[in-house]
């Protein structure tokens, strides 16, 4: 985490003055998935909302998953097909709903073992999933020989590979997805802050009536008052020094670390991604622009949640996973970040994390405290529904029913929109590298389609940004942003540091190996000049941030990035 910011901008100051001066029907106390899920749901009762962060949305486990919007194959071994399906449901909903920032991507499960026998088991495992709801989006899975199979990852190790299945999976940016979620919100009349931690519950006799927070940037302490609260606080819950709140009667939690490996796409030839299936679980190498992700591990961890990091055992972990089961002896020296994130499962302290359940629970006192605990990131939307629904009463639920079912989130337009949204902008961008003197770079078509892929039809009114702040061009040798959706976080997404910048709206403090040192001052200029730092507040910011993101996203094995 970096410094904290001293300048307001104005929408954080009138969010800040709504909080302070305001009561609400509910308060949200969390900025990750679920509670910006519950806050756009609680939106869309109609009911007057606001939502508190103690860092950055997202800035925790929403923000370091596998960026999977998936069903969970291994989660039919346990035979939790209601989870399965309730999921792939949602999955289907969000491709429709936010079609800018999840999309279909094929993957490969490579089967090994015995003819047939393995073929068959596990084929009957995904006919499964498809039967589920999988086959909806992707169609059918494909059987493939082992000579098709290794057409599609020609690394695959050919002994005992007896062949392959293709099916389809979803693939999102989590971190963005929680940001949309949230300005939809925002967009409906909802009112949110970061950078202000919720202390504890206010309580008039035994009856909860709101919060007391403080503002982590100027230090000052207030009241929000509210009819509910609910805590989505996540994996902190589980900390006895991190919660906001002890609930009475509240489930037990598993903290889980699921760590991750960025490596270059070169690096590993495939059409597309793949499931490994190692015992009781499996580990996926995810596409990803430029790069693959590989990902994730599943044990235990009582670290307090805040700036976890990959340990060097988790990378070990899965580079001898990738290497068991493809030729290409991939090694530390090929890893260019990693992340490491905590799901707040519940389940018995001391059991598996593998094991323990990915469904989530809602739990309430009292006071009327209501927590959720547990789930997928996938099915977000359901617990946020669910959440609302035991806050609100069966009464008041069913006559204040979520409308979140068919609201679609900010920027989200179908796929051939996209496409042309994508090709309105590449004369702009031309222009933009004419002037730079660069009439043959290949970077406006490149930017082009990543703008639409992350902003959807925000992207002209960003391009329109950039041409009005003269900030058309890369940030960067080699990085499609452009330094205008610096500004554009600062105005329009929250942003307030370097940090909430390159590690969660751009991605890069995880895919850049220097972790974005030569690019941190001129992120810092532009922010500055949004945020109104000075040349040595700017280069103070630079400093902080790269430490935390050294610490975060580097190489556990290396003492600087």
């Known amino acids: 985490m970096t410094t904290a910011t001293t300048a307001t901008p104005a929408w954080r100051a009138d969010a800040l003055e709504a909080l302070a001066g305001e009561r609400y029907d509910v308060l949200i106390v969390g900025g990750g998935i679920v509670g910006a899920g519950a806050l756009l749901d609680a939106t869309s009762r109609g009911l007057r909302a606001a939502l508190v962060e103690q860092r950055d949305i997202a800035s925790g486990t929403s923000g370091r998953s596998s960026r999977l919007i998936h069903g969970g194959l291994r989660y039919l071994e346990q035979l939790h097909f209601g989870l399965v399906y309730e999921a792939l449901e949602e999955r289907a909903r969000l491709l429709r709903l936010a079609p800018h920032l999840v999309t279909l991507e094929p993957f490969l499960f490579p089967i090994y073992g015995i ?7 596990y084929g009957s495992g995904i006919f499964l999933y498809d039967l589920l709801g999988a086959r909806r989006d992707g169609g059918f899975a494909k059987h ?11 690394d695959l190790r050919r002994k005992a590979l007896t062949g392959g299945i293709i099916y389809h999976d979803g693939v999102e940016d989590d971190a963005r997805l929680a940001l949309a979620v949230l300005r939809t919100a925002l967009a409906g009349g909802a009112v949110a802050a970061t950078r202000v931690r919720a202390e504890k519950p206010l309580l008039d006799g035994e009856k909860l009536i709101g919060a007391s927070v403080q503002d982590l940037v100027t230090g000052n302490r207030f009241e929000i008052r509210a009819e509910r609260v609910i805590d989505a606080t996540g994996v902190w819950a589980a900390n006895a020094e991190a919660r906001f709140a002890t609930l009475e009667g509240g489930d037990t939690f598993v903290p889980s670390r699921g760590s991750h490996i960025v490596i270059r796409r070169d690096r590993l030839p495939a059409q597309g991604g793949l499931t490994l299936r190692i015992p009781g679980r499996v580990v996926f190498i995810i596409p990803w622009p430029g790069h693959w992700i590989i990902g994730t591990t599943d044990h235990s961890d009582a670290r307090t949640p805040e700036n976890v990091s990959a340990p060097e055992a988790d990378v070990d972990e899965l580079l001898e996973t990738v290497n068991a089961q493809l030729d290409i002896d991939l090694s530390k020296g090929d890893i260019v970040g990693t992340y490491a994130g905590m799901r707040p499962l519940v389940g018995d302290p001391g059991g598996s994390t593998v094991k323990a359940s990915r469904e989530h629970r809602v ?23 669910d959440v609302l629904d035991a806050s609100l009463g069966k009464a008041e639920a069913r006559r204040r029913r979520s409308a979140t079912a068919e609201l679609p989130l900010v920027g989200a337009a179908p796929r051939d929109e996209l496409a042309q949204v994508a090709a309105s902008l590449e004369r702009p961008l031309r222009d933009a590298a004419a002037a ?67 590690a969660r709206r751009m991605r890069l403090a995880q895919e850049l190996p220097d972790r974005g040192a030569s690019i941190a001052p001129r992120v810092a200029a532009v922010l500055g000049a949004e945020l109104g730092w000075d040349a040595e507040r700017q280069s103070t910011e630079v400093d902080a941030y790269l430490e935390s993101a050294r610490r975060e996203y580097g190489l556990p094995w290396a003492t600087t990035g």
Request: no cysteine; aromatic share 8%.
């Open 144 to 154: 493939l020989r082992p000579s098709s199979a290794i057409d599609y990852a020609p």
């Open 363 to 385: 739990a309430a006192d009292a006071s009327g405290l209501v927590r959720i605990s547990g789930g997928k990131y996938t099915t977000y939307r359901v617990m946020a529904r």
């Open 115 to 121: 003819p047939l026998f393995h073929q068959g088991f």
């Open 436 to 502: 730079l003197g660069e009439a043959t770079a290949s970077w406006p078509a490149r930017i082009a389609r990543r703008l639409a892929d992350r902003y959807g039809r925000e992207a002209p009114e960003v391009m329109a940004l950039a041409r009005e702040l003269d900030l058309a061009m890369p940030i960067g040798g080699g990085v499609d942003h452009l330094q205008a959706e610096v500004a554009w976080a600062a105005r329009h997404e929250l942003a307030l540091s370097i940090d909430d910048v390159l």
